[in-house]
């Protein structure tokens, strides 16, 4: 992973996403790999939106600079766009989809941006928080004209229309912005999940009075899901701690103490390495696709020095065929992470959910059908039934006619009117028995 080769940059961050309240799936996707921050928003629907973010976010940390260089921060943009635009005409994802997308990369005192679409970028600097980026979006477009206001554009029933994002158009550029910034600023990346739920205000405020970036990202996403959620919610939180080579050289000046001191401080590093991997080990989890079916793994991905770092915990009941395309796909490529196994159950009680409502709905739909196919069959014995009626009586009719003939000696039934007023010498009376005709 590109990630892995940059070089830690001088920040303390912290991020979240979440699927919110009303949405089924999450279509965010993000990258945190310092110096190098992401957000993606996407854009299409199932099976589409989530796939296009994937790709942009996969793209980006792949070909980012490793430092703080605008020009091919922008380059890798555009790879972004044009690998989605490929994906869609060799059937991944479907046609159509795309994503927003706001890349940062803060390196000591220098921060550059390359943004497309809605998600903001914005920087908390002595207390005045700052919007960076600029919206391609109509409602933008609409405010900057002075057409409507910004709490107008909040209710606007096209408030989700994008004038520009990554996937539409080959020749698609994204926005590039440098800036210096300096120690103690706060940097922040979000989807438009949380602008659309939470003011400008609500933000700073909350940026500004929680000192741990985690637990700001935490509750920035909280606020936004408690004031509706009506759309997935991602944000990425950034401190600015500046140049530290100066305070590294002291700390390193007051470790030289003397050489026993050293290996005693070795010791204790090599022991808390050794605790932090197993409680990390022991509080991890991942699912993936085992034989078909959701596997619940306990411990960290990957290996060790050659030794897997986790264990298969259970071969759940769950088919993978049976979910959604999109994890389907996260199980069979990457694996979902989890926080723990009691997570990750949860995680798979909620696949065990969705297939029985899915499986539900289906039945439903069958039986309606068979409803419908029943009724209908009633509904033409019905017209058989009446069609035979009818038959009937004109079959009844045409007994009586036959029964006219003169050589039967008798009058048909029903026709005797018709006889006497024609004048037929048939139609008079019979002659007495035993006697003459008149």
């Known amino acids: ?259 026993i001191f050293i290996l005693a401080l070795l010791a204790a590093i090599i022991a808390a390495a050794v605790y932090g991997f197993s409680f990390a080990n022991n509080h991890s989890a991942y699912l993936v696709e085992q034989d078909g079916r959701v596997a619940i793994y306990q411990g960290l991905q990957g290996e060790m020095f050659g030794i897997s770092a986790s264990h298969l915990y259970d071969l759940t009941d769950v088919n993978v065929d049976d979910l959604q395309p999109g994890v389907a796909n996260r199980l069979r490529t990457d694996g979902i992470k989890a926080d723990g196994v009691e997570a990750a159950e949860a995680l798979v009680q909620s696949y065990r959910d969705e297939i029985a409502d899915q499986q539900q709905q289906q039945a439903d739909q069958q039986s309606a059908a068979e409803a419908a196919k029943a009724a209908k069959a009633a509904a033409d014995k019905a017209g058989e039934g009446e069609g035979d009626d009818e038959n009937g009586g004109a079959n009844a009719g045409a007994t009586g006619t036959a029964g006219a003939n003169p050589d039967d000696g008798a009058a048909p039934a029903g026709a005797t009117g018709d006889a006497a007023s024609s004048g037929d010498a048939s139609a008079g009376p019979a002659p007495a028995e035993g006697g003459d005709a008149q």
């Open 1 to 259: 992973m590109a990630s892995l080769k940059r070089k830690i940059a001088a920040t303390t961050f912290g991020s979240r996403t979440d699927v919110g309240c009303v949405r089924d799936h999450n279509e965010d996707s993000l990258v945190v790999a310092p110096p190098l921050y992401v957000v993606c928003d996407g854009m299409g629907g199932h099976a589409a939106g989530e796939v296009a973010s994937e790709i942009a976010v996969r793209v980006i940390e792949n070909r980012a600079p490793a430092h703080a260089d605008v020009e091919e921060l922008g380059r890798a943009v555009e790879e972004a766009n044009l690998a989605i635009i490929r994906a869609a005409k060799e059937g991944r994802g479907r046609e159509g989809m795309g994503t927003t997308c706001t890349a940062a990369i803060l390196e000591g005192e220098r921060l550059v941006l390359a943004q497309v679409g809605d998600s903001r970028a914005y920087l908390l600097s002595k207390g005045r928080l700052q919007q960076l980026t600029r919206d391609h979006s109509l409602m933008a477009d609409l405010i900057e004209a002075g057409h409507i206001t910004k709490e107008e554009a909040k209710v606007h029933p096209q408030r989700s229309v994008i004038t520009r994002a990554l996937g539409s158009d080959p020749r698609m550029l994204p926005d590039l912005f440098e800036l210096d910034v300096n120690p103690g600023d706060r940097l922040l990346i979000c989807s438009d999940g949380l602008t659309t739920m939470l003011s400008d205000e609500e933000i700073a405020q909350l940026l500004a009075r929680t000192p741990d970036p985690q637990l700001c990202a935490r509750q920035l996403v909280n606020a936004a899901i408690a004031a509706g959620g009506y759309d997935n919610v991602t944000v990425i939180v950034a401190d600015v701690t500046g140049f530290t080579e100066v305070r590294r050289r002291k700390l390193t000046r007051r470790t030289r103490i003397t050489a």
